[in-house]
Nanobody
Framework: QVQLVESGGGLVQPGGSLRLSCAASGSNFRLYAMGWYRQAPGKQRELVASITSSGRTTYNDSVKGRFTISRDNAKSTVYLQMNSLKPEDTAVYYC??????????WGQGTQVTVSS
């Protein structure tokens, strides 16, 4: 069983930065691939960035060069550093943990609003 708690969302002006955190409880965090997803009103949930257990990262084309995903296995936490934020980045951001032969776990989400 894994519990995920996101934090760090909020209101920021265009061009600003935020860092999201996702703290995991439970065992074997280092074995999980972690991902950040987002869902804007009226849109489907989409993958923003992911990081494997070995540290390999992937990004949605819309955030490449602006967002960075990282993980600290000692703290059982995954981060999403978001720079040069745009209004279209406004969404609820969710953290996901999954590994082979195991169910996926989701956090409750954190709201990010980019507006002047």
């Amino acid at each position: 069983q894994v519990q995920l708690v996101e934090s760090g969302g909020g209101l920021v002006q265009p061009g600003g930065s935020l860092r999201l955190s996702c703290a995991a409880s439970g065992s074997n965090f280092r074995l999980y691939a972690m991902g950040w997803y987002r869902q804007a009103p009226g849109k489907q949930r989409e993958l923003v960035a992911s990081i494997t257990s070995s540290g390999r990262t992937t990004y949605n084309d819309s955030v490449k060069g602006r967002f960075t995903i990282s993980r600290d296995n000692a703290k059982s936490t995954v981060y999403l550093q978001m720079n040069s934020l745009k209004p279209e980045d406004t969404a609820v951001y969710y953290c996901k943990a999954d590994r082979p032969l195991s169910k996926a776990y989701w956090g409750q989400g954190t709201q990010v609003t980019v507006s002047s």
